[in-house]
């Protein structure tokens, strides 16, 4: 064809003018859309804080919560309560996610059976990833409040049918009206009548015999011995002395069940940003490990992890603070805990939480507690920003360093 036949084809003024008008209204739908969220964001934002802010205060951090007194009521007990639940749920959740998303992307099975296999077990790691935290928060219940049934059934004040760490103790009154404990040989028997001198030891140690006398006997004149007898007949009843690694089976609504049941949560997100972050690593700087002679394990340990480090680090602080916010997981495996008014003893311990706290506060026929809530609200979300900033900060250190290897 020569350059004389060829003839740019006309364009009809009418069909230009309509594209371009439909452009331009779907950019402004586009920005009116964009706008509206933000604008809802910063609405909610600022009533949050303008309800809250009066009562932002170091007292409201580090008070506790008090019934029908808002005013006096604080904080301390579910960021501590958080904190804790946060830590069981990072200890539990990243090394399994990080070390599966190695698995998946750097060992992948050559067998096809294995292969499909494999990639049935991504598909439904990226499914998990959408189900709601509250079907989490019912496997948590079933799994490790219950654990199933397995284990007998829990109650208070009762020993467990499994368990690990607990000291129990007998406690009855002296004739000097302290308190001395002794020793449980039969945990089955809730109440013990003494009637005849029992080992027995002081509840800041110190073991001695217990003596006991009849009621209208003489008392001792001694305040020691005073304070080493009973009278015949007395009841003492049994309790349990947890230290911080007291264990057992089932978890009940404890701060390790909750741990583990945001642990699920997380999970797939943790799996799913390394995997995101490891893919990232170019495929040239695997090939130059293998041909300098690494095995598969040297290449992933000495190349791929270090490069992958960064988007590793912030995926798993962004899944730590997705954990620290969510509500609905906890009140399926611990309840409404609100009245706990100090930090859990040990990891069978129930506590408050931020996320528990704000809701029960919300909904409490008190209208003050309704303040304190937004309050709570601000405590939360500077918590949120903080973690979202060492993600940050994070992530630039470690591109800085491996920048400089």
């Given at each position: 064809?020569?350059?004389?036949?060829?003839?740019?084809?006309?364009?009809?003024?009418?069909?230009?003018k309509?594209?371009?008008?439909?452009s331009a209204?779907?950019r402004v739908?586009c920005?009116?859309?964009?706008v509206q969220?933000v604008v809802?964001?910063?609405?909610l934002?600022?009533?949050?804080?303008v309800?809250?802010?009066d009562?932002?205060s170091w007292d409201?951090?580090?008070?506790v919560h008090?019934?029908?007194?808002p005013?006096?009521s604080g904080l301390?007990?579910a960021?501590?309560?958080?904190?804790?639940?946060?830590?069981i749920?990072?200890?539990?959740?990243?090394?399994?996610?990080?070390?599966t998303?190695i698995?998946?992307?750097?060992?992948?099975p050559?067998n096809k059976?294995?292969a499909?296999?494999?990639n049935?077990?991504?598909?439904?790691?990226t499914?998990?990833?959408?189900v709601p935290s509250i079907v989490?928060?019912?496997?948590?219940?079933?799994?490790?409040?219950?654990m199933?049934g397995?284990f007998?059934?829990?109650?208070a004040?009762k020993?467990?049918d499994?368990e690990f760490?607990?000291?129990?103790y007998?406690?009855?009154r002296?004739a000097?009206?302290?308190?001395?404990?002794?020793?449980?040989?039969d945990k089955t028997?809730r109440v013990?009548?003494?009637?005849?001198?029992?080992?027995a030891r002081?509840?800041?140690?110190?073991?001695f015999?217990?003596?006991?006398?009849?009621?209208g006997?003489t008392?001792p004149?001694?305040?020691?011995l005073?304070?080493?007898t009973?009278?015949?007949?007395?009841?003492a009843?049994?309790?349990?002395?947890?230290?911080w690694h007291?264990?057992?089976l089932p978890?009940?609504?404890?701060v390790?069940?909750a741990?583990l049941t945001?642990?699920?949560?997380?999970l797939p997100i943790v799996?799913i940003?390394s995997?995101e972050?490891i893919?990232?690593?170019?495929?040239?700087?695997?090939?130059?490990?293998l041909g300098l002679g690494?095995t598969?394990?040297q290449?992933?340990?000495t190349?791929?992890l270090?490069a992958?480090?960064p988007?590793?680090?912030?995926?798993?602080?962004l899944?730590m603070?997705?954990?620290?916010?969510?509500?609905a997981?906890l009140?399926?495996?611990?309840?409404?805990v609100?009245g706990?008014?100090?930090?859990p003893e040990n990891l069978m311990?129930?506590?408050?939480?931020?996320?528990?706290t704000?809701?029960?506060?919300?909904r409490?026929d008190?209208?003050?507690f309704?303040?304190?809530?937004a309050t709570a609200?601000?405590?939360l979300?500077?918590?949120?920003?903080t973690m979202?900033s060492i993600?940050i900060l994070?992530?630039?250190?470690?591109e800085?360093k491996f920048?400089?290897r």
């Amino acid at each position: 064809m020569s350059e004389a036949d060829y003839q740019v084809p006309a364009v009809d003024p009418q069909r230009a003018k309509n594209r371009h008008t439909i452009s331009a209204i779907f950019r402004v739908a586009c920005m009116l859309v964009a706008v509206q969220a933000v604008v809802i964001l910063i609405v909610l934002l600022t009533t949050v804080f303008v309800r809250g802010v009066d009562q932002l205060s170091w007292d409201f951090l580090t008070g506790v919560h008090r019934d029908d007194n808002p005013d006096g009521s604080g904080l301390w007990p579910a960021i501590i309560g958080s904190i804790v639940i946060c830590l069981i749920c990072g200890a539990a959740a990243l090394p399994i996610g990080i070390g599966t998303a190695i698995f998946l992307e750097e060992f992948k099975p050559r067998n096809k059976a294995l292969a499909v296999l494999h990639n049935l077990v991504q598909l439904n790691i990226t499914n998990l990833a959408g189900v709601p935290s509250i079907v989490y928060g019912i496997l948590g219940l079933t799994a490790f409040v219950y654990m199933f049934g397995l284990f007998g059934t829990y109650e208070a004040n009762k020993a467990a049918d499994l368990e690990f760490g607990a000291q129990r103790y007998y406690q009855v009154r002296t004739a000097a009206k302290t308190f001395v404990w002794i020793p449980v040989t039969d945990k089955t028997l809730r109440v013990l009548e003494i009637e005849e001198p029992i080992a027995a030891r002081y509840p800041d140690g110190g073991d001695f015999t217990l003596n006991v006398i009849d009621r209208g006997a003489t008392k001792p004149t001694d305040p020691t011995l005073l304070g080493q007898t009973v009278y015949r007949g007395s009841k003492a009843s049994i309790f349990a002395k947890h230290p911080w690694h007291y264990l057992r089976l089932p978890f009940h609504k404890s701060v390790l069940s909750a741990g583990l049941t945001l642990a699920l949560v997380v999970l797939p997100i943790v799996i799913i940003s390394s995997q995101e972050s490891i893919r990232a690593v170019p495929d040239t700087m695997r090939d130059a490990g293998l041909g300098l002679g690494c095995t598969r394990w040297q290449m992933v340990r000495t190349i791929v992890l270090p490069a992958s480090i960064p988007g590793i680090m912030t995926g798993a602080i962004l899944a730590m603070s997705r954990a620290v916010g969510e509500a609905a997981p906890l009140l399926a495996v611990m309840g409404g805990v609100v009245g706990k008014r100090n930090a859990p003893e040990n990891l069978m311990d129930n506590a408050a939480a931020m996320p528990i706290t704000i809701y029960n506060w919300a909904r409490d026929d008190n209208p003050g507690f309704w303040e304190l809530s937004a309050t709570a609200i601000i405590v939360l979300l500077c918590l949120l920003l903080t973690m979202n900033s060492i993600a940050i900060l994070l992530r630039y250190w470690a591109e800085k360093k491996f920048a400089s290897r």
